[in-house]
């Protein structure tokens, strides 16, 4: 703990970009989220100006009704075909705050609301604060600077703000970052020794591999921070999540105690996917989408086995499996990648489907969201694929015209 650290202060903006980014400005705003007691937080809106509603988007399991209370009176959140507004009856507003709890479950396919960690440190979601601003028929995204606050001699640690369209988490805390490869680490405590070894081994030679095969260096050093929810329930329950400049991963289950190859193989899997997804987004601008998740996830999965079959942290008995498991998966889904489970198996099907490597295409991607600013999409892909085809038609003809003139 860094005892000189009294009460931290930090500032970010985040703005989620929506349908309407393209044509409406965003509205500026100010959130200021305080850490009043061990399990409870203040979330202190003012907006630049007045609104009918906060459109919060698709509820998050049950965490804002459990979780939220609104001390504002004549302000209430309200529930509509699952999706989540702050309103005020049709009055506008311009001000509210929230009475914040501590909430650890998570719905399947969204990040975590809180990640405790055995000493208390805390990670929030701050993604989950923000939303759309409406104003009659007019809908405008917020744009809201993000002021943190902790206890006393408790460090916070503010999301890195250069991608401000990927909110991410912030830290309340004892912990200082220490260093881990190619990155900062915060590790709870209780987490066992050979799941600490397992972690920065593969964290190392992943990252290597992904250095080489993409040429393309990450330019910052990732948070990773890293919780363990419980011993106590059978078997191994994990999540991971590569957000904004970060990778967190929430892990749990008496497995863990253990470390069998089982378990290893796994967490392993977990962090070479991950990482992928960092890679992904190690563009200026651009990147993933909030679209056809099967890209990014689908692709993730075809780079993670592609990273442990060439850093050699998968034998190649262990690797097949790996493909074979997917690719099965993905028989029983018919092909389709609608589903949550789709974007995994069935994306990992189609990118092992095409002609182009998987390096050689996915870097192709990043050099085209960067030039355009587009994200990554299936039109994006197909529209690289027609060029490598036309190129290597091009160059079929011209080994043929010079076969014939040496002839």
């Known amino acids: 703990m860094n005892r000189q650290l009294l009460c931290l202060w930090a500032g970010l903006v985040f703005f989620l970009p929506t349908a309407q980014a393209e044509t409406a400005s965003p509205l500026p705003g100010r959130l200021k989220l305080t850490h009043i007691a061990a399990d409870t937080w203040r979330a202190e809106y003012a907006l630049a100006e007045p609104v009918t509603s906060i459109d919060l988007g698709p509820k998050i399991g049950e965490y804002r009704q459990q979780a939220w209370r609104i001390l504002t009176p004549g302000v209430g959140l309200v529930t509509l075909e699952d999706q989540q507004t702050i309103s005020a009856g049709g009055k506008a507003f311009s001000a509210f705050s929230v009475e914040v709890s501590l909430y650890l479950p998570y719905a399947e396919g969204n990040y975590t609301a809180f990640d405790r960690m055995s000493d208390g440190g805390t990670a929030v979601f701050i993604g989950f604060f923000t939303g759309d601003a409406v104003q009659g028929r007019r809908t405008r995204p917020l744009h809201l600077k993000v002021q943190l606050a902790g206890l006393a001699h408790e460090n916070v640690i503010a999301p890195d703000d250069r991608h401000p369209d990927q909110p991410s988490y912030a830290y309340f805390g004892p912990a200082t970052p220490t260093p881990a490869g190619v990155g900062k680490l915060i590790l709870d405590p209780r987490t066992p020794d050979w799941l600490v070894e397992l972690m920065q081994e593969t964290t190392t030679k992943i990252t290597q591999f992904y250095n080489r095969a993409f040429q393309r260096p990450l330019t910052y050093r990732p948070l990773m921070l890293v919780s363990i929810s419980d011993f106590e329930t059978r078997g191994l329950s ?50 993933i989408g909030g679209t056809e998740a099967w890209v990014h996830e689908g692709g ?69 969201t960067e030039s355009t600013g587009a994200v990554y999409s299936s039109s994006m892909i197909e529209a690289i694929r027609a060029r490598a085809r036309k190129a290597g038609a091009s160059a079929g003809r011209g080994q043929s015209k010079q076969a014939v003139e040496h002839h």
């Open 238 to 287: 994990t999540k991971g999540g590569a957000v904004g400049q970060q990778v967190v991963y929430r892990l749990g289950g008496k497995a863990l105690l253990g470390g069998s190859e089982q378990v290893r193989r796994i967490v392993t899997e977990l962090i070479a996917h991950e990482w992928a997804h960092v890679w992904q987004n190690n563009v200026a601008r651009g990147g």
């Open 300 to 368: 993730a999965e075809a780079i993670a086995l592609a990273g442990l079959r060439g850093s050699g942290l998968l034998s190649p008995a262990d690797a097949d499996a790996y493909a074979a498991k997917l690719i099965q998966e993905c028989a029983a889904l018919e092909g389709s990648v609608e589903s949550y489970r789709g974007f995994y198996a069935c994306g990992f099907k189609r990118f092992t489907d095409y002609e182009l490597g998987i390096f050689p295409l996915w870097k192709s991607m990043m050099e085209t």
